[in-house]
């Protein structure tokens, strides 16, 4: 599916249910960081690895468009329609190493990331996840559909079973 269907989803998901959201949806820093990371993958795709190359002498305007959204999500990273970052006042940042399935939420301050011993592996997250305020993610690992990651947690290992909630640092599931 192309960038541009990723973006429409990405806009309908910050909208919700008030269709009239779009008047000013534009104008979040949700917006601007979503807005910026597709255009990059879209040239990315195109381009190949040379858009790295390709992509130097615009890096000051990447930075502060970047700094003015605090959403820092690497143009290499894999991300499914219907992302959305609740507070992006708090920061987050996604590996180019990631692969992400649609429906992703972030609360804020929120990490996915790979730790050095990593190499070429990927770090996979299923459809339908959340993260909660703060939380982290540190791969490579892979997670399964329907994960709720709790605030504050530290995910470092791989749970791949579906409807999981993780809790606590290093983050296991919650029994009830």
């Known amino acids: 599916m192309s ?3 990723y973006l429409t989803k990405d806009i309908r998901r910050m909208c919700g249910k008030d269709k009239r959201r779009i008047i000013h949806i534009w104008m979040s820093r949700t917006f601007v960081g979503i807005v910026l990371y597709r255009v ?3 040239l990315y795709l195109l ?5 790295g190359v390709l992509r130097i002498p615009f890096t000051p305007l ?3 468009i970047q700094s003015y959204s605090n959403i820092d999500i690497h143009y ?7 992302i959305i970052v609740l507070h992006p006042s708090v920061g987050v940042v996604i590996s180019g190493q ?3 399935g649609a429906n992703f939420t972030l609360v804020g301050g929120n990490v996915v990331g790979m ?4 190499g070429t592996a990927l770090l996979k997250i ?3 996840c959340t993260m909660g305020a703060n939380s982290t993610i540190i791969g490579p690992l892979v997670l399964g559909d329907n994960i709720q990651i709790g605030a504050s947690a530290c995910v470092v290992k791989s749970y791949e079973q579906d409807n999981a909630v993780l809790v606590g640092i290093p983050a296991k599931t919650r029994t009830h």
């Open 76 to 82: 290499k990273a894999n991300i499914g329609g219907g």
């Open 98 to 100: 990631s692969v992400i």
């Open 115 to 118: 730790n050095s011993k990593g």
């Open 40 to 42: 990059e993958r879209s």
């Open 47 to 51: 381009f190949g690895k040379s858009y």
């Open 126 to 128: 299923g459809n339908n």
């Open 3 to 5: 960038q541009f269907n």
């Open 62 to 64: 990447l930075y502060l």
